[in-house]
């Protein structure tokens, strides 16, 4: 099959596709593209998650609008199926992959589960198909490790036997559908007319932007995005700490910085969490490994970011100093305001540095089940309540509920979530990340 039959079958709707990773990013990409009429084949090494999928029940966990009815509705009509055995695929056109590409703890990309997905799939794929890399990689990987594992076991040769592009997914927890649909991709391909063709495809999903591009400039696209965010974080968290030891208002600052045409700074916080923004910058940076280049901003920004939760806990020193058997109420879990993610959460890192200090932390999520409850009853005997998450239930806390229950009236805000003066009213020494005004 050559790109032009291939091109023919994706605006036909004939093409026959695969989505290997039933991840929040592969299951909602094979549901609209079954939406759309293609027959889609979802291939996980997980057999329940397939079973679950099969029985038209979404294995996202979640409130992601719109996503279950879909997957029911795909799974009934015979549009989406899933399953664990990749020999089920050796028919299809189209084959995106959707693994996940974690960092090792010296921030390396080891890439396990891509390199064994493209083993299994070199094994079965089809002549002339189309495989599009959406896992976010470090720049270089289509070119040094994607290419070779896809030609030595397909015994094949890209542009001539298969096509090969990349295709970074934009997905955010709590809005899979929208994203995937409303934000503009890149389609980076092996050459220009597989980025066409890969173009032609994904135009069938995506209202918005479909940018073609060479491996390099997609891999370098995404990357950067999140690094590029991870920077702006770590400037606001670095004025945040100028702030403290000025005596200043980082928050009042910030307001007034942001007024300034261009300047629109982001927000100070206990911490950068998630499955993205933690780990990109570490891709783009160990993509230059070795080559002649100083990278020295990335790292410099991780260190800030990651150092937040640290500096919640000094925060708190500052007010306990001995934390020896103290009660600390840990409000939210989740890395993300009204998100149920716990991924890389920086309350994950703050409760470990608190019980270090031979502290008893006591963690409250309304999203996270295992730590939902009633606030005050989590409260009660605490000697400080330290807020990591800016869930929106806590903007309504009844400070003099919680005055009552917990054992000592000290707030530590890493959020700026609350009125420092409402708080001081009901009779809570507060301190807010950033702001050591008086
Ligand atoms: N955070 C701050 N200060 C800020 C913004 C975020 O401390 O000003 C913290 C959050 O509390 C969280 C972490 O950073 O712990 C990440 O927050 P995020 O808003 O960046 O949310 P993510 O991790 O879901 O990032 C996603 C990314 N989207 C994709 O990868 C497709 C990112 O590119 C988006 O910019 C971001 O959503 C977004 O704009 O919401």
């Given at each position: 099959m050559t790109l032009a039959d291939l091109r023919i079958k994706?605006?036909?709707?004939?093409?026959?596709?695969?989505?290997?990773?039933?991840?929040?990013?592969?299951?909602?990409?094979?549901?609209?593209?079954?939406?759309?009429?293609?027959?889609?084949?979802?291939?996980?090494?997980?057999?329940?998650?397939?079973?679950?999928?099969?029985?038209?029940?979404?294995?996202?966990?979640?409130?992601?609008?719109?996503l279950a009815e879909l997957i029911g509705r795909v799974i009934r009509q015979g549009s989406l199926q899933a399953t664990d055995e990749y020999a089920k695929i050796n028919a299809c056109d189209v084959i995106l992959v959707d693994v996940e590409t974690p960092v090792n703890s010296a921030h390396i990309p080891e890439y396990q589960a891509l390199r064994s997905a493209l083993k299994s799939l070199g094994?079965?794929?089809?002549?002339?198909?189309?495989?599009v890399i959406e896992s976010t990689i470090m720049p270089g990987t289509m070119q040094n490790i994607a290419l070779p594992i896809l030609e030595e076991n397909s015994k094949g040769k890209c542009g001539v036997d298969f096509y090969l592009g990349n295709c970074p997914e934009r997905v955010m927890p709590g809005k899979l559908l929208q994203n995937l649909t409303s934000m503009s991709r890149v389609v980076g391909g092996d050459t220009p007319e597989t980025a066409a063709v890969m173009q032609a495809l994904y135009r069938q999903i995506?209202?918005?932007?479909?940018?073609?591009?060479?491996?390099?400039?997609?891999?370098?696209?995404?990357?950067?995005?999140?690094?590029?965010?991870?920077?702006?974080?770590?400037?606001?968290?670095?004025?945040?700490?100028?702030?403290?030891?000025?005596?200043?208002?980082?928050?009042?600052?910030?307001?007034?910085?942001?007024?300034?045409?261009?300047?629109?700074?982001?927000?100070?916080?206990?911490?950068?969490?998630?499955?993205?923004?933690?780990?990109?910058?570490?891709?783009?940076?160990?993509?230059?490994?070795?080559?002649?280049?100083?990278?020295?901003?990335?790292?410099?920004?991780?260190?800030?970011?990651?150092?937040?939760?640290g500096h919640m806990l000094s925060l708190l020193k500052g007010r306990l100093n001995d934390l020896q058997g103290k009660r600390i109420l840990i409000l939210g879990y989740a890395y993300l305001e009204d998100s149920d993610d716990t991924r890389d959460a920086p309350s994950q890192y703050f409760l470990r540095a608190l019980e270090a200090e031979g502290a008893i932390g006591v963690v409250h999520d309304p999203f996270v089940a295992e730590y939902a409850g009633d606030v005050y009853s989590k409260a009660q005997g605490c000697h400080a309540a330290v807020l990591m998450t800016a869930h929106s239930e806590y903007r309504t806390i009844d400070f003099h509920q919680l005055k009552q229950a917990m054992q000592h009236a000290l707030i530590i805000d890493g959020r700026n979530l609350w009125d420092k003066h409402a708080a001081n009213s009901a009779g809570f020494d507060v301190v807010r990340l950033g702001d050591f005004s008086l």
């Open positions: 994706i605006e036909q709707h004939t093409a026959q596709i695969a989505v290997i990773g039933l991840g929040y990013v592969g299951l909602p990409v094979a549901a609209l593209f079954a939406e759309q009429g293609y027959s889609v084949i979802g291939v996980d090494i997980k057999s329940e998650r397939a079973q679950r999928i099969n029985q038209g029940v979404s294995p996202i966990e979640g409130k992601e609008p719109g094994g079965v794929l089809k002549k002339g198909a189309l495989v995506v209202q918005a932007d479909v940018d073609t591009a060479d491996w390099i400039t997609a891999e370098l696209v995404k990357t950067m995005e999140n690094t590029y965010r991870d920077v702006q974080i770590a400037f606001a968290n670095e004025m945040a700490l100028i702030c403290e030891a000025l005596g200043a208002d980082v928050w009042r600052v910030r307001e007034l910085v942001r007024k300034s045409p261009g300047r629109e700074m982001l927000l100070p916080g206990a911490g950068v969490g998630g499955h993205c923004i933690p780990k990109d910058p570490w891709l783009l940076a160990s993509s230059v490994k070795g080559l002649d280049v100083k990278v020295r901003l990335i790292p410099a920004a991780r260190e800030i970011n990651s150092g937040m939760p």
